[in-house]
């Protein structure tokens, strides 16, 4: 079963819109931090915002918050006033704790191809 | 500036050769890790090591070998078994010091077979 699903493969939004990117994971861990990355076309690797299980508030850094809802298990992106830049590929992450005998490893999403029209 | 630098940018492989990529971090992060990823997928981890001398085998580890000498610097050996080796492979360090463990990634190779 997949841990991450991200059911966007490509998404469009026009300049200065919000879009909200989706995001659901699977886990029976009580204890897992959600990550969204951006990939421009480079490939380097981005990250953008993180979001703990036992964190009540959702996370926010800039233009990105994270609307979280546990008991659906989603963790969707969203961007705000969407700017050109912005284009790129977007992947949502999770880290489990268990066990301790895969310490910090991180399961990916497909991703979800963002642009941006001005 | 502190980051973690991949080198090459782009690798190319002849058949029955092995290869190494370099994945070095000035940042002082205790764990690092090794990602493959292909044409539009996401990332599977290759291997990872939370400590100097010692590594884990990740997701998808056949056909590939790494060490761990020294903290900064987890090279990456793509080596003959490994029968489909194009792809993007990403190295990623974090720090066991924040409890978040945000991976940190540099830039990446581009491998391809000759």
């Known amino acids: 079963a997949q841990k991450i699903t991200q059911t966007q493969p490509g998404m469009f939004v026009q300049e200065k819109e919000a879009v909200t990117l989706d995001c659901t994971y699977d886990t029976s861990d009580p204890s897992y931090g959600l990550f969204w990355y951006k990939q421009p076309s480079s490939g380097e690797m981005i990250f953008l915002i993180y979001q703990g299980s036992y964190d009540q508030q959702n996370a926010t850094e800039g233009r990105y918050s994270l609307n979280f809802q546990k008991a659906r298990k989603s963790a969707n992106l969203v961007i705000s006033a969407s700017q050109l830049g912005d284009s790129a590929m977007y992947f949502c992450a999770m880290r489990e704790a268990s066990g301790g005998t895969s310490y910090g490893k991180l399961t990916f999403g497909q991703g979800t191809i963002l642009t941006v029209h001005p | 500036d502190g980051g973690i630098t991949q080198s090459p940018k782009y690798l190319f492989r002849k058949e029955g050769q092995n290869v190494t990529l370099s994945c070095e971090q000035n940042l002082n992060h205790d764990a690092m890790y090794w990602y493959r990823q292909d044409p539009g997928q996401g990332l599977r981890l290759i291997y990872y090591?939370?400590?100097?001398?010692?590594?884990q085998k990740g997701d998808i580890a056949e056909g590939y070998s790494v060490s761990r000498e020294k903290k900064e610097s987890f090279p990456l050996t793509v080596t003959s078994a490994q029968k489909n080796p194009t792809a993007f492979y990403l190295c990623a360090s974090t720090t066991h010091r924040d409890s978040k463990n945000i991976q940190y990634f540099g830039a990446g190779t581009r491998l391809s077979v000759l």
């Open positions: 090591s939370q400590i100097v001398n010692d590594f």
